[in-house]
């Protein structure tokens, strides 16, 4: 018995002399020339309403996602109205549907259905969309709107400024708060009153409203030119339409609601590394954060893709530069993970971890080393394509009719950002094109080290004087009251 063991053993070795396997890089995937997935075919209805198929071949059940774009209540003019029709819709009865019986009904088809003012979800197998559809826009468009529900809110509504104006005002000086957010973005962009306009918000007067008025808000609002539908499921185009044009034909036109665009300029002012200390007496650990503002990432900007790759090579995954530093490496930390992304005010760099109190230097020191490698030093080819395939591997496995998230965004957000036809198709092989110069590009202008905020939350009676090397350190004690040490 053991003269075979060595035989084989021997063989084993023999062979894996015989083929030296190259393990410096990842295996190569699949390239396709173009990803047959993610494809949206646009409808609109003699109303003017959108709607966009993702078609699903061979899949037995669908999901429709309605929007609909209203004005918030920072710009709603009938708050009142608006709060009543909430309700209404709150309580799942319709005309066709009066005694609460949608939800019973949706179970039987072992389906999901929610119908709101912004639009609602449908989920369910294919072959009962019709009764599910029927249920749903009987939902949405006759709400059951009753006079005890505004008396109601009438009633609540008087009992609440009631006890308001009979508060007794509390003697003693207020609790202070203390933020250490409102702190390290008053260093990024400076005080809030000087970055934020306020908007004074319509009060909701529900005094003398109607069960007509709340219809009539209902039809001003509601309507089918501001709203978008998103089917996903095994239907060609031309079901689609007629499925689309039975159900929501009728839907009544209205006055069309522009929304603004969400992009921001947002300016930072920090012109140096800062660090806030702020104390946990009884903490053995430090939470560290690194923030910055990337200045023009803005959402679905040009140099989007790039910059999701150079986050997953920074400190998105398990694989990269910060976790296989400061984790597998030094052993300093359990989690850290980097978030370097686009937003609708210009992008946002961050660092996440928690380390032992007395290895926060450390800590901070080698997150710095690391941006500075990122800065100065070219990726390896390896850790790019490692990159590229982790954020390809996520993506293709989210285009999926189970939990259909990136069809949805994208139909819902494609005319805001002016989004091309082909994006979701398009996005494998825009990763696929990312370079390792277009890394290093992204990182010189993304990575920065040198005018960003460092929190730390610990023990300040071990943490003090530590970090002083990496910049200006403001301790705040416990309730956050500024400490000069």
């Not at 109205?81 to 072992?110: H, M």
């Not at 012109?271 to 939470?287: C, T």
């Not at 939350?457 to 956050?480: A, C, H």
Request: charged share 25%.
């Amino acid at each position: 018995m053991k003269t075979i063991f060595i035989f084989i053993l021997s063989m084993c070795f023999s062979i894996t002399g015989m083929a030296q396997i190259d393990r410096s890089m990842p295996p190569e995937a699949n390239t396709p020339s173009k990803l047959n997935v993610g494809k949206l075919i646009p409808i609109t209805l003699d109303n003017g309403l959108r709607v966009y198929l993702a078609p699903v071949q061979d899949y037995p059940k669908f999901t429709i996602s309605v929007n609909i774009e209203l004005p918030g209540y920072d710009e709603e003019t009938r708050l009142a109205e608006k709060n009543i029709l909430n309700t209404a819709y709150a309580n799942k009865r319709s005309e066709k549907y009066p005694n609460q019986e949608i939800d019973s009904l949706v179970n039987y088809f072992g389906a999901m259905l929610n119908a709101n003012m912004y639009g609602g979800t449908i989920k369910g197998l294919t072959q009962d969309i019709d009764q599910l559809l029927d249920i749903y826009v009987d939902a949405l468009l006759h709400p059951v709107i009753t006079k005890a529900s505004i008396d109601e809110k009438y009633k609540s509504e008087l009992e609440k400024q009631k006890h308001t104006k009979n508060k007794n005002v509390e003697i003693g000086k207020p609790i202070k708060e203390f933020s250490i957010t409102a702190v390290k973005d008053s260093l990024l962009f400076g005080p809030k009153k000087d970055r934020v306009k306020t908007t004074k918000t319509a009060k909701a007067e529900y005094k003398g409203i109607t069960v007509k008025d709340v219809e009539e808000y209902k039809n001003d609002r509601i309507v089918s030119n501001n709203a978008l539908i998103v089917v996903v499921g095994n239907f060609s185009e031309t079901e689609c339409k007629t499925l689309m044009n039975r159900y929501f034909g009728a839907w009544k036109t209205g006055e069309p609601y522009v929304k603004e665009s969400p992009i921001t300029k947002k300016t930072s002012i920090i012109q140096s590394r800062k660090i806030i200390v702020h104390d946990a007496p009884n903490a053995v650990q430090s939470k560290i954060a690194f923030s910055w503002h990337l200045g023009d990432a803005y959402t679905y900007f040009n140099n989007d893709i790039k910059l999701q790759v150079l986050n997953n090579i920074f400190g998105e995954s398990q694989l990269s530069y910060l976790y296989k530093n400061l984790r597998e490496d030094k052993g300093l930390c359990y989690f850290i993970r980097s978030s370097v992304g686009s937003s609708a005010d210009g992008g946002v760099g961050a660092v996440y971890t928690s380390v032992r109190t007395a290895q926060t230097a450390y800590a901070v020191e080698n997150i710095i080393l690391e941006m500075l490698r990122l800065r100065n030093t070219k990726v390896s080819a390896s850790d790019l394509k490692i990159a590229k395939n982790n954020l390809i591997g996520d993506y293709t496995r989210s285009l999926n009719p189970i939990a259909p998230i990136p069809y949805i965004t994208f139909a819902m957000q494609k005319d805001i950002y002016n989004l091309p036809d082909d994006y979701l198709q398009s996005k494998v092989e825009q990763y696929y094109d990312v370079t390792i110069d277009d890394i290093m590009e992204m990182s010189q202008k993304y990575i920065n080290p040198f005018t960003c905020v460092i929190t730390v939350e610990g023990k300040i009676s071990e943490l003090k004087g530590t970090l002083e090397p990496f910049g200006d350190v403001m301790y705040y004690d416990e309730q956050g009251n500024k400490l000069k040490l």
